[in-house]
């Protein structure tokens, strides 16, 4: 054969194995031609990919799909197919898709990434009683969150005359409350390795979005390249010695059946475990995922939600004062509030509601993957799919606010300034895999926040250029780093 036929041939081939690939197959959702090997990667900007999932949107409609290499996903947006698949299908899309980076994560264990089925469903029922739980007796969350309120308040006390960027100390505070929870521990905000571990994971954050993380998850050979996604792994190397030491040294202070934390009370549950003849799912290296996902899961999260909390206060002085006049006048002459006090202010939860709205903290959720076939709009999504939940698009959503583009707590507010639940408000998913740490978030953010409000005003020094409200994109969207001033307040 000579060399032209053959290359020809070769073409042909390469061409049939692509179109094969990558054409959808009937009644998918539709979305962008795909390119050959590349599927749609290059038409799509991952240094921050709302906009061109709403370009997309724009033109095939609230479900579609799209080719990440040679695997298909499914992006969904808008209130009525989020509700449906997350909510109504909720149990047909709770898997989690297993590429290779969640493979070399978590190994389809612990809470975050783990498949969908007994092990997981166990670890959830018992993660949630056990975090429950830590309210009754010990001492309870609120506790620890209003004891690590007080060292954030003497940090920044400490820095009320300097241009101060809070990012490392609310950061700080916030792990610890995770932290304590799962293995009693605090870290003091002048303890330099663990600003390093916490600098990795927010490093990590925003790796896993990136598009080497996509090229590594598209194409194994990728692993053995010297390209940007092997920090991932230097990353994840790191942070899994340092709470595997914790764990290491846990053991060695436990008393069976005394549980002082979460790793114990685990431990007493593996104990439990060994004189049941049922096969457990409960086992070592889940007890590490479910550590690292608590962690990981756990203060990210919440800390920039405290960030743009500031931020978003800065920006608008009024709001931070009309803020301020409602703790005072709830607080009294008490020290501090109790979380229960929420429940009087409706303007102070209407603001954070609202800094969730805007900020979108984690826009894109968590990916989930279809255990069977699913029907959504018109469409089949096949058994083993990748769902992408959009879950930034409704809280955007034009026919769903009364002010979608503005920060403005009356979103959450009706005429009388009473707080109205919004149906279109999904910082923590729905559905069986929603967030697990929702309660744990709210009551941090509420506390954390109106502590700070009670002891300062926070004032953006730079009166000529506002804030830059420009999110850092990644499984979060943090702010970028900002310095601001801190005015005492009595
Ligand atoms: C403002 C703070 C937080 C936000 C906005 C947030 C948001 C989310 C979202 C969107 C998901 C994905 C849900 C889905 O797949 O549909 C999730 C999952 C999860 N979150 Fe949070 N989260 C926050 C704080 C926390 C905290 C403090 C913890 C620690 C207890 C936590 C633990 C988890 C876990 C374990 C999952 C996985 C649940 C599962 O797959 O069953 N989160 N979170």
């Known amino acids: 054969m000579e060399l032209s036929t053959a290359l020809l041939l070769g073409l042909v081939l390469l061409v049939f194995l692509w179109w094969n690939k990558l054409s959808r197959p009937k009644g998918f959702p539709p979305g962008p031609p795909a390119l050959p090997v590349l599927g749609n990667m290059l038409q799509m900007d991952f240094t ?4 061109d999932l ?3 949107s724009k033109v095939y409609g609230p479900v579609f799909s799209i080719y990440l290499g040679f695997t298909p996903a499914v992006v969904v947006r808008g209130i009525k197919d989020l509700k449906e698949v997350l909510v109504n299908k909720g149990i047909d899309s709770a898997d989690r898709p297993q590429n290779r980076l969640i493979k070399a994560i978590s190994g389809a264990r612990g809470l975050v990434l783990a498949t969908y089925g007994r092990a997981w469903k166990e670890h959830r029922r018992f993660t949630l009683s056990t975090l429950r739980n830590f309210g009754l007796g010990k001492k309870s969350m609120e506790e620890r969150i209003r004891e690590e309120s007080s060292y954030l308040i003497q940090e920044l006390k400490n820095n009320k005359d300097t241009l101060y960027d809070p990012h490392f100390v609310i950061d700080n505070a916030v792990s610890n409350i ?3 929870i799962v293995f009693g ?13 916490l600098n990795l994971v927010h490093e990590h954050m925003k790796m896993a979005t990136s598009i080497w993380a996509q090229l590594y998850n598209a194409f194994g050979f990728v692993k053995h390249l010297p390209l940007p996604h092997q920090k ?21 202070n436990r008393v069976p059946g005394q549980p002082r934390d979460y790793i114990d009370c685990y431990l007493d549950e593996l104990d439990k475990e060994k004189e049941d003849s049922n096969q457990s799912t409960f086992d070592a290296e889940n007890l590490f995922t479910c550590m690292v996902d608590l962690f990981v899961a756990g203060t990210e999260t919440t800390s920039s939600s405290l960030e743009w909390c500031l931020l978003y206060m800065m920006l608008h002085p009024d709001i931070q004062e009309k803020c301020r006049e409602e703790i005072h006048r709830i607080r009294g002459d008490r020290d501090h509030l109790d979380y229960e006090d929420r429940m ?4 102070t939860q209407a603001v954070l509601q609202e800094v969730q709205r805007c900020a979108s903290i984690v826009p894109l959720g968590v990916t989930h993957s279809s255990i069977k076939d699913i029907q959504l709009n018109g469409y089949t999504i096949p058994k083993g799919t990748m769902i992408i939940p959009d879950l930034s698009s409704v809280h955007y959503d034009e026919s ?8 403005n707590p009356e979103n959450f507010l009706n005429k009388e300034g009473e707080l109205v639940k919004v149906d279109s408000f999904l910082p923590f998913s729905a559905g069986p895999r929603s967030c697990l740490g929702e309660n744990l978030a709210r009551m941090e953010i509420f506390l954390f926040f109106t502590a700070m409000l009670t002891h300062f005003e926070f004032q953006w020094p730079d009166q000529k250029s506002p804030p830059d409200l420009t999110p850092v994109f990644g499984i979060t969207q943090a702010p970028k780093r900002f310095k601001m001033r801190l005015v005492p307040h009595t």
């Not at 521990?185 to 571990?197: E, H, L, M, S």
């Not at 709470?243 to 060695?252: A, F």
């Not at 769903?400 to 920060?407: G, I, L, N």
Request: charged fraction near 30%; proline fraction near 4%.
């Open 48 to 51: 921050n990919l709302l906009k």
């Open 185 to 197: 521990k605090r870290y003091g905000y002048d303890d330099t390795t663990f600003r390093d571990i």
């Open 178 to 180: 995770i932290c304590s």
């Open 344 to 347: 009087m202010m409706p303007y």
């Open 400 to 407: 769903q606010w009364k002010y979608p583009h503005e920060f």
């Open 232 to 252: 991932i792994f230097k990353n994840l190397k790191i942070i899994f010695a340092f709470l595997g030491n914790v764990l290491e040294e846990h053991k060695k």
């Open 54 to 56: 709403q370009e997309f």
